[in-house]
Each structure stands twice: as C-alpha cells, then as structure tokens.
C-alpha cells in the first residue's frame, strides 16, 4: 500500500462531451487505478468513460506566478466578443 | 409438495450464496487494506446482496406460505440454508478473501450466464442484471489472484496459503445434484456439467496467470450446503447476521 502510486481520475459524464477531473485514487497500476476510480467515482451514475493519469506526471503552474500568469487577462475586455457592438444588420448572431 | 419444489430449492441455493458472500465481504467494513479497496469490497458485497433479495422474493412467491424475503433471510435457521460452503468460509486474510471470491465468481459466472437464458423469464431476468454485475466481480477478484499469485514473496506465499483452504468446498462447483438436472432438463438451470467445466477451465487459467499449483480436483465428503449440512461457520456468521430480527421480530426502524 505504501508503495501504490497517486492517480488523477477524470470522468466523462452520459451528456458531457469532455472529461472532467473529479479527485483521486491509490493503486499499484494503472489498470488498478481504473477499477478504483469506477468504485469511488461512478457508483452513482456518474459516468460513461475513465481516464487516470499518474498525479506526479502533471505539471501545474506555480501558485508564485498567480499574477504573472493570470492577472493581465483582467483588464482587457477587448478579448471577450460581448466589448464589440455588432452592426443591427447583422441581427442575432 | 410444493409443485414448484425443485426451483424454490434452487432460487434457495441462488440466493443464500449470494447472501452469505456479501455478509462476508461486509465484515471487511473498516478493516480493508485500504480505503479505495475497502469501498470495492463493500460495493460488491452490496451488489450480492440485493442480488440476494431478488432471488428470495421470488422464492418466497413460489413458496407462498406467507414468509418473505426478509422472512427467510433473517429467520431461517442453518440447517435450512442452502448456500455454497465455500462462501460461509471464514475471510481470514486479504489472500483467503481474494482466493474465495474469486473460486465463487468464476462459478457464479457460468451459472449466471447460463440462467439469462433461463425458459422462466423472472429467472432470466433477474440473472441477466446480475451477470452485468458479476461479470465486474470476477475481473477484479481474478486480477487480485495475480496480483498476490504473481506479486512478492509474501503476497505469493499468502496466496498459495489461502487455497488449500477453501479447495475442498469447491467440490460443490462440479456435482450437480438431481435438483439441478431435473431443471436442465426442463430448461430452466444451465447444465452442471457444462458449468463445472467452465469453472474449472477457468480456475487453471487464472491460476497459471497467477503461478499458482492447481490442485487435484475435490471430492465429495460430509458436508453438503445444498442439503443444509454446514460448516461450523455458518452458524456463528447467522447469529451475527440475524440477532435483530431474532431479537425483536418485525422491528421497522
């Protein structure tokens, strides 16, 4: 147990065309990992389709580098469809 | 007698298994070692479980002496039980819970798959659900076996350990009684023969994949959990199981 490896589950749900990370398992494999996963995470329904990926084979970027990386997104409004009036004979898009 | 004799006898044998096993796998609550493993265990444990149910509901139909399921679950005494005597086996370790799970699964398996083609259509309904359950069960019990088989020193030792154990109760996968030949041949129960086969093809192929010695095949002795003649064990894990109703007949909560 002490040597079984963490694994990142994610879940494809009936309706959802992407698959979404819902936590975590222990197990000695992958194929193991699997099986864990279907136990915790899709005994209520929850899914149609498994991945598990080794958690240590993730890169995540660094807390430290919040501002960096993500403020200047912030303040420009111009990158979002809704800051452009649309000409009325365009109509509904 | 009860026209309906032989399957009642049956659903009996059907459901008693499936409820002794998941008695069984629900003592490893909170003991697992560990917690991914510990809601498997419980999964399946609960799956056997309700299994059980829809076997003795409809035993208790055909029985029609005003028991229900729950009736014949929690009241009946252990020499009216009609389970394997391998599933009234103690767990002992993860090994030995592995190991019987597993001989029952790759059993359970054949039954099951034949019974979804069951002339009784309950029958086969009720078998063609738990197939999809069961056919779940016996991947993850036969990976196990490897695992341990085919694992370290100690998890093959455990292993190799865990079969003399329960290899003499197996003896029930492979003798179909009269019971069960009259209902092969009135198309209702797949044919004994046919399952012990599968059963046992099954067996030496896991247990090759799991370097494990397969034993000679079992023989017959004293005891016959068909007939209500148990092992110590049952009688202990029925105590267990039934004080409540024991205790206070009826209680609802």
Same mark, same amino acid.
């Given at each position: 147990m002490?040597e079984?490896?963490?694994?990142?589950v994610?879940?494809r749900?009936?309706?959802?065309? @992407?698959?979404?990370? *819902?936590?975590?398992v222990?197990?000695a /494999?992958?194929?193991?990992?699997? /099986? @864990?996963?279907?136990?915790l995470y899709?005994?209520? @329904?929850?899914? *149609?389709s498994?991945?598990? *990926?080794?958690?240590?084979?993730i890169t995540?970027?660094?807390? /430290?580098e919040?501002?960096p990386?993500?403020?200047?997104a912030? /303040?420009?409004?111009?990158?979002h469809a809704s800051?452009?009036?649309?000409p009325?004979e *365009?109509?509904?898009? | 007698m009860n026209?309906?004799?032989d399957?009642?006898?049956?659903?009996?044998r059907?459901g008693d298994?499936?409820l002794i096993q998941?008695q069984r796998?629900?003592?490893w609550?909170?003991?697992?070692?560990?917690?991914?493993e510990?809601?498997?265990?419980?999964?399946?444990g609960?799956?056997?479980?309700g299994?059980?149910r829809?076997?003795l509901?409809y035993a208790?139909e055909?029985?029609?002496?005003g028991?229900?399921?729950?009736?014949?679950a929690?009241?009946?005494?252990e020499?009216?039980?009609?389970?394997?005597?391998?599933?009234e086996q103690?767990?002992?370790?993860f090994?030995v819970?592995m190991?019987?799970?597993?001989?029952?699964d790759?059993?359970?398996f054949?039954?099951?798959?034949?019974?979804?083609r069951?002339?009784d259509?309950?029958?086969?309904?009720?078998?063609?659900?738990?197939l999809?359950e069961?056919?779940?069960?016996?991947?993850?019990?036969?990976?196990?076996?490897?695992?341990?088989?085919?694992?370290?020193?100690?998890s093959?030792?455990r292993?190799q350990a865990a079969i003399p154990?329960l290899?003499?109760f197996?003896?029930?996968?492979?003798?179909?009684d009269?019971v069960?030949?009259?209902l092969?041949?009135?198309?209702?129960?797949?044919?004994?023969a046919q399952i012990?086969?599968?059963?046992q093809?099954?067996v030496?192929?896991?247990?090759a994949?799991?370097?494990?010695?397969?034993?000679?095949?079992?023989?017959n002795f004293y005891?016959?959990g068909?007939?209500?003649?148990?092992?110590e064990?049952?009688?202990l894990?029925?105590?267990?199981?039934?004080f409540?109703?024991r205790?206070?007949?009826?209680?609802?909560?």
């Open positions: 002490s079984w490896t963490l694994f990142e994610f879940v749900s009936k309706h959802g065309l @992407n698959h979404k990370h *819902v936590g975590s222990h197990a /494999d992958a194929a193991m990992a699997i /099986d @864990n996963a279907r136990e899709t005994r209520r @329904n929850e899914g *149609v498994l991945w598990v *990926v080794p958690s240590a084979l995540a970027s660094s807390p /430290d919040k501002e990386l993500f403020d200047p912030q /303040d420009k409004v111009y990158r800051f452009y009036e649309l009325a *365009v109509g509904h898009m | 026209p309906n004799h399957l009642i006898e049956y659903l009996l059907l298994s499936a998941g796998l629900c003592e609550c909170g003991r697992a070692p560990a917690l991914e510990e809601l498997a265990l419980m999964n399946v609960l799956d056997l479980v299994q059980a829809n076997w509901d208790a055909l029985l029609a002496d028991r229900d399921a729950d009736h014949l929690f009241r009946r005494d020499r009216a039980y009609r389970n394997l005597l391998l599933v103690p767990n002992g370790d090994a819970t190991a019987k799970q597993f001989l029952y790759a059993w359970h054949q039954v099951l798959d034949g019974l979804s069951s002339g259509a309950r029958v086969a309904g009720i078998a063609a659900k738990a999809k069961v056919t779940y069960h016996l991947r993850r019990s036969g990976e196990w076996v490897q695992r341990l088989g085919d694992g370290t020193e100690e093959h030792r292993m154990q290899w003499r197996t003896v029930e996968m492979s003798d179909g009269e069960e030949q009259r092969c041949e009135a198309g209702i129960a797949p044919d004994p012990a086969g599968a059963w093809a099954k030496a192929e896991v247990f994949a799991a370097t494990l010695p397969l034993p000679e095949p079992a023989v005891l016959s068909r007939r209500g003649l148990h092992s064990h049952l009688g894990l029925l105590a267990e199981m039934q409540l109703q205790a206070y007949p009826d209680a609802t909560w």
